[in-house]
């Protein structure tokens, strides 16, 4: 289960990487870096090492950062984040337990 929590991390990590390269601009969650060479370039400089380096340093080469991160995951669902916390109050839905 570990690895499924951690490829979910670094899937967001890696679109808001990709995202910043193509030049998007606005939320993360509108971000479609498809068709852009810029990022696909980066994408394949970063699989092109394949498990020649650890993995912390590939995802350098991507990301800028050897550490994975909550921020991307976080940043792309905050508009429904925000959307169930105001659906919660017009309800009188209380989230958690008493």
């Not at 951690?6 to 969650?29: I, N, Y």
């Not at 590939?58 to 995951?73: D, F, H, R, V």
């Amino acid at each position: 289960m570990i690895r499924y929590f951690v490829r979910t991390l670094l899937q967001f990590q890696f679109l808001e990487s990709l995202c910043q390269e193509s030049g998007h601009t606005g939320p993360l969650h509108r971000c479609d870096f498809s068709g852009s060479v810029a990022a696909g370039a980066k994408l394949t400089e970063m699989l092109n090492l394949g498990a020649s380096v650890p993995w912390p340093k590939a995802l350098k080469k991507l990301t800028g950062t050897e550490k994975m991160s909550t921020k991307p995951i976080l940043e792309f669902f905050q508009p429904l984040q925000e959307w169930l916390k105001e659906e919660n109050m017009k309800n009188g839905d209380r989230v958690g337990w008493n």
